[in-house]
């Protein structure tokens, strides 16, 4: 009897086994039937774009891109067709589907501000199409990214949705799952086959970014309005144009809105972090051999604009740096030391000669009032000024403005004269052996934006 309950024991426990082994398979099966099911249903919308050198006839760029209708738009990220749009004599665009078909493409219209384009195939457009979602996925939900990574063939990638990434002016889902070169410009997709994003970038790690369909959804309004009944390419230089000083001005307001907060730094008071799109970070350099510690606090956007390979914009960036010795260091070497440390500014972004005119620079003495709160003057036309009295933030007996050089450093966009990249450099020289300096960058905004930025800047700073 005790043999027999053993064996119907022993049976038991091996089906109960079995059967947790079959549950716990069953839904990895059935996600791998389901991945295999979205790529064989919608495989027909996806290609390959090439950007193709035409004196040589040979590929120099890869991307993906999707169909999104009938009569065969493409959609890819901006930067795959770039080049294309810079140097249209010397680039074409082509596709190549999952099946091997090629043929030309035609650029539509873009959005540089959110990397996108539109492309239409010339000929006889794509038999299959995706869907634009309406809505986007909840957190958590499984979403899968397709592309041609490496080309090495089209591949599916499933991954997380986990909402919009924080920390940027520019709206970016953040993906887990990973995302290659090759494959920017393709669709992710939801289970119901939908586009709920466009591959765009990767961190690594399983951190990768994608562009939120509803920005593609609003390029497309914006071609059929702007392409008319012909329905052709759009005229791109005045389209970037518009995209890139409307960008300029949703930065600006946004920035000068805020609450600017101020952190110490040696002996003042200095701009933080002004939004959560810009980030800052420090460091401190008190090498014993060196003659002067050095305390910097530098704060940047995190994204830019991409133009070009050579050319980006719309970033903000500005860091601080207290230079302090001892007493035992002369005056003269403290600011041969400043010097050194100071001579190797340059602005943030990328641009080439193509791009941008020269640096047109003013320089002078300026001062400051030590609570802040009012402009900076040069030193000539505030000598002939009755100064006010000031209140420091700190009482410690010293009321006297704040001497400082200051260089102010234009560019212009040469294809969008409007714009420019402004470069700001302040150095106070009032004391033999503290000092701070002061810098941003602005890439890609008008004059009137920049004058206010500059203004609040440097009514912000304050010393003790």
């Known amino acids: 009897m005790p043999n027999l309950v053993k064996r119907l024991f022993s049976h038991l426990l091996a089906s109960l086994l079995l059967c947790a082994a079959s549950t716990a398979l069953a839904p990895n099966i059935a996600l791998a039937q389901s991945y295999e099911q979205l790529y064989s249903d919608y495989r027909g919308s996806l290609y390959q774009i090439r950007l193709i050198e035409q004196s040589s006839n040979s590929k120099t760029g890869l991307g993906s891109g999707f169909q999104i209708s009938a009569d065969g738009l493409i959609a890819t990220n901006y930067h795959v067709v770039s080049e294309a749009v810079h140097d249209p004599d010397k680039y074409q665009l082509k596709y190549l589907s999952v099946d091997g078909a090629e043929g030309d493409l035609e650029l539509l219209d873009v959005d540089v501000i959110n990397d996108l384009a539109i492309l239409r195939q010339k000929g006889k457009p794509g038999a299959d199409h995706l869907q634009l979602a309406a809505q986007s996925p909840s957190k958590g939900e499984t979403i ?88 052709g390419a759009v005229e791109l230089q005045p389209v970037i144009n518009r995209q890139l ?168 966009y040469k294809d969008y004269p409007e714009l420019y990249d402004v470069f700001y450099v302040s150095l106070t020289v009032d004391q033999s052996n503290r000092a701070l300096v002061s810098h941003f960058t602005l890439s890609g905004f008008t004059q009137e934006s920049a004058s206010a930025f500059t203004q609040k800047f440097v009514s912000e700073i304050q010393w003790h």
């Open 144 to 231: 899968v990214s397709m592309g041609n990574p490496l080309d090495l063939g089209m591949t599916i990638v499933p991954g997380t949705y986990n909402g919009i990434a924080g920390g940027s002016f520019y709206d970016r889902i953040h993906f887990s799952g990973s995302i290659n070169p090759g494959m920017s410009g393709g669709p992710v997709i939801n289970r119901n086959g939908q586009v709920v994003g466009i591959n765009v970038a990767t961190a690594g790690n399983q951190i990768s970014f994608l562009v939120p369909v509803n920005k593609l959804v609003a390029l497309w309004q914006d071609f059929k309005q702007d392409a008319g009944e012909g329905n």
């Open 245 to 412: 000083h409307r960008n300029q001005q949703r930065i600006i307001d946004k920035i000068l809105a805020a609450d600017w907060k101020l952190r110490p730094l040696g002996d003042a008071l200095v701009v933080g972090e002004i939004v959560p799109s810009v980030q800052c970070w420090g460091n401190t350099s008190d090498d014993d051999e060196e003659p002067v510690t050095q305390i910097a606090k530098g704060c940047t956007g995190q994204d830019v604009v991409y133009l070009s390979e050579e050319f980006d914009t719309g970033r903000v960036e500005y860091e601080f740096f207290w230079l302090e010795s001892d007493d035992s260091l002369s005056s003269a070497r403290f600011y041969s030391a400043y010097e050194d440390e100071m001579s190797g500014f340059y602005p943030g972004n990328s641009a080439g000669e193509d791009d941008v005119t020269n640096f047109n620079c003013k320089q002078q003495f300026t001062i400051h009032p030590r609570n802040g709160h009012g402009k900076e003057q040069d030193a000539e036309s505030a000598e002939s000024e009755a100064a006010p009295e000031q209140t420091p933030p700190k009482a410690n007996g010293n009321r006297d403005p704040v001497i400082a050089r200051t260089s102010y450093c234009v560019r212009r």
